[in-house]
């Protein structure tokens, strides 16, 4: 069965730091770009970010440019989001998300090319 389990959520400071982590089991991530997006209260889903599946394409939103960054290992089936100078307005609900794709193609932002998605972590930048 295919699954991603995302981690790594919380509360959180205003200027703080997280790192998201989303883990992939019953299938390899090798074959897969990851997405990382988001969901606020009252708000449509958003892209935050991707990887293509061999990490050589990311691809952010205005939003969160020089303050997240998208990785992963595949050795260890997992892509990390390491978000830092959290803003208020980046508390969401952060899923992941697989999309099958080539060698060499670059990733996507749109969340209605995904697959697979993670059941989401709780994301709360607060005072």
């Known amino acids: 069965q295919l699954q991603l389990v995302e981690s790594g959520g919380g509360l959180v400071q205003p200027g703080g730091s997280l790192r998201l982590s989303c883990a992939a089991s019953?299938?390899?991530?090798?074959?897969?770009?990851i997405g990382w997006f988001r969901q606020a209260p009252g708000k449509e889903r958003e892209g935050v970010s991707c990887?293509?599946?061999?990490?050589?394409?990311?691809n952010y939103a205005d939003s969160v440019k020089g303050r997240f960054t998208i990785s992963r290992d595949n050795a260890k089936n997992t892509v990390y989001l390491q978000m830092n100078s959290l803003k208020p307005e980046d508390t969401a609900v952060y899923y992941c998300?697989?999309?099958?794709?080539?060698?060499?193609?670059?990733?996507?932002?749109?969340?209605?090319?995904?697959?697979?998605w993670g059941q989401g972590t709780q994301v709360t930048v607060s005072s």
């Open positions: 998300a697989a999309r099958r794709s080539l060698f060499g193609s670059m990733c996507s932002p749109n969340p209605n090319e995904y697959a697979y």
């Open positions: 019953g299938f390899t991530l090798d074959y897969y770009a």
């Open positions: 990887i293509s599946r061999n990490g050589g394409s990311t």
